[in-house]
């Protein structure tokens, strides 16, 4: 890769999906960085890699992995890390990140899930090895993703803020925080998304997540799936203006992975994030909101 490593800014960026890439080549974005996902990439050589070379000349590019499955009792993947080495080293991403979750079953097989984990001693255990081999195969700091849940393990005996802080204690690891994935996990299990905010290792963070949901309704009562499929919510918007009131300025991802839209509606929803992030710099309030 000719570039050198850019640093992400501390500006709003945006997830960068196939349908948009001729638009992002054929002129400028008014967009500070981009983040794609890191097994989209892992081929040698190809047109989707020669876009992402053209772009990464232009911005500041993440890498955002969904499948090394970091809470895997079995440990990581061998041929999956050295890959994952493969494509960082080519590609020189400012950030890379992965999730707190499971997505590899115990015969090898991938699962095209995030699966929860029990926030437990013995998983925490688990969870912080495979950070520590990880951040060793990559050379480099990670930043690991606060999940979203459906129910709650009643084998948990640490609340999830607890369990993330622990693993970022234990292993040096960064947070990314998706406020998303926070609001839909309080309505889903019951914990109050502002005392997990004055919880939760926000020193830590270096990047935060903002991305829609969807509601489904049932007998038993309603829930909130993380879909990436709609717009930002009034409510995510006020949740990441009081994550951002609490740790300043840091790089703001929108995500959107399915139901894409034209790129102009997530640029206007990049530029809610931006203005945010401009009120946080300005010294605004926790009620500022988009």
């Known amino acids: 890769m000719s570039a050198p490593t850019a640093r992400i800014p501390r500006r709003a960026g945006l997830g960068l999906r196939q349908p948009h890439i001729a638009d992002f080549l054929a002129a400028a974005q008014p967009v500070a960085w981009l983040e794609v996902h890191s097994e989209n990439h892992l081929a040698d050589g190809g047109p989707r890699n020669a876009a992402l070379a053209a772009l990464r000349r232009d911005y500041p590019v993440s890498c ?4 090394l499955s970091l809470g895997s009792v079995d440990g990581l993947d061998r041929g ?6 493969a494509l960082y080293d080519w590609l020189e991403p400012g950030l890379v990140s992965e999730h707190i979750a499971w997505s590899v079953a115990e015969d090898g097989t991938y699962l095209n899930d995030l699966l929860p984990l029990p926030y437990t001693e013995e998983a925490l255990a688990v969870l912080c090895r495979n950070i520590d081999q990880a951040q060793t195969a990559f050379g480099r700091q990670i930043l690991v993703e606060n999940p979203s849940s459906y129910a709650a393990f009643p084998q948990s005996t640490l609340a999830e ?16 925080l998706d406020v998303n994935n926070i609001h839909v996990s309080a309505h889903n299990t019951g914990f109050d998304a502002d005392a997990y905010l004055a919880s939760v290792p926000l020193a830590a963070v270096g990047e935060i997540h903002v991305a829609g949901h969807t509601l489904h309704r049932f007998a038993e009562g309603c829930l909130l799936i993380d879909s990436h ?8 918007w006020r949740l990441l203006a009081a994550a951002l009131a609490r740790t300043g300025p840091v790089p703001v991802l929108v995500e959107r992975d399915s139901e894409i839209p034209p790129l102009a509606e997530l640029l206007a929803e990049v530029a809610a994030a931006q203005a945010l992030l401009d009120r946080t710099a300005a010294g605004g309030a926790l009620t500022d909101a988009a």
């Open 229 to 236: 499929d709609r717009p930002v919510t009034d409510a995510v």
């Open 161 to 176: 803020w607890q369990f993330i802080a622990e693993a970022v204690a234990r292993t040096g690891c960064g947070l990314l």
């Open 64 to 67: 955002h992995g969904v499948g």
């Open 80 to 85: 999956h890390l050295a890959r994952l080495r």
